[in-house]
């Protein structure tokens, strides 16, 4: 069971596919309670990704963002659950921009053990098999993706686009970066994965279903997600409605 990334890839490229000419096509955005934006791609990425989940996988729980926002959280979640994000970064889709993703990661005993995040306008998709982290684009071959060393004098840091420079300055000189560029949704994560960015802090609110896929792609790739005080990063908690704390990825 552990080893489904291949076939979510397969689920979240179906769900771009869907997405993708909904793009730039004027769609009407409304807002949820806690005022994020949502589209009719967020719903219909959902409603696919739920239907080929349930089919494939009828005894797994799902976690997924808009049903969590219309119904709720569950109060408590068995060992292994999907937590799914069908359309993340939802504010980039709205503006017309290309970083927007769609995730399915599977969670056991707290930990992401398997994951898939597709970039619909660049038909990207990265996802976990036998233990490794692999990319294809647009249906292609797949091959292994890795993070890179640390360079020295030139490291990236992958950041919100609303992050203010003073906040930019203080992680800079708590993680040591050097460069930076701005980017939304789960793409960041993925990006690591593949050694062309190394670190990701976020201090601030996240959901669990915004980070899991990714975070099972880097950790497969070589990466790691904790807590900034370099703890492990555990998901499951019902009890806070899946939300999640401060945390920091990073690549070798």
């Known amino acids: 069971m552990n080893d ?12 771009a ?24 791609a967020d719903h ?24 969590a926002a219309e119904f709720g959280t569950p109060d408590a ?14 504010k980039a889709f709205v503006r017309g921009d290309p970083n927007f993703t769609v995730n399915i990661g599977l969670i056991q005993d707290g930990r992401p053990v398997a994951g898939a995040v597709a970039a619909p306008p660049t038909g990207e998709v990265w996802f976990t098999s036998a233990g490794k982290a692999l990319k294809r684009i647009d249906g292609g071959a797949a ?23 003073e906040t930019i300055q203080a992680l800079a000189s708590q993680y040591g970066f050097d460069r930076r560029e701005a980017m939304d949704s789960s793409i960041k994560l993925c990006r690591i994965a593949e050694g062309a960015a190394d ?25 790691r997600v904790t807590t900034p005080e370099g703890q492990p990063f555990a998901y499951g908690k019902a009890n806070e409605g899946f939300k999640n704390g401060w945390f920091v990825a990073r690549g070798g």
């Open 4 to 15: 489904v990334g291949p076939e979510l890839a397969e689920i979240c490229e179906a769900a």
């Open 17 to 40: 596919r869907l997405i993708l000419p909904l793009w730039r096509s004027g769609l009407a955005v409304t807002h949820k309670a806690d005022e994020s934006p949502v589209t009719e």
């Open 44 to 67: 219909r990425a959902e409603a696919l990704i739920l239907e080929a989940l349930r089919a494939r996988f009828p005894d797994v729980p799902i976690i997924s963002e808009e049903d």
């Open 77 to 90: 979640i068995g060992p292994r659950f999907f937590l799914v994000d069908p359309l993340d970064g939802t």
């Open 143 to 165: 091959h292994p993706v890795r993070v890179r060393p640390w360079p020295a004098g030139e490291a990236l840091v992958l950041i919100s686009h609303t992050m203010k420079e």
């Open 199 to 223: 670190i990701y802090p976020r201090h601030g609110t996240t959901m669990e279903w915004d980070i899991a896929a990714g975070h099972a792609v880097l950790e497969a790739a070589g990466g």
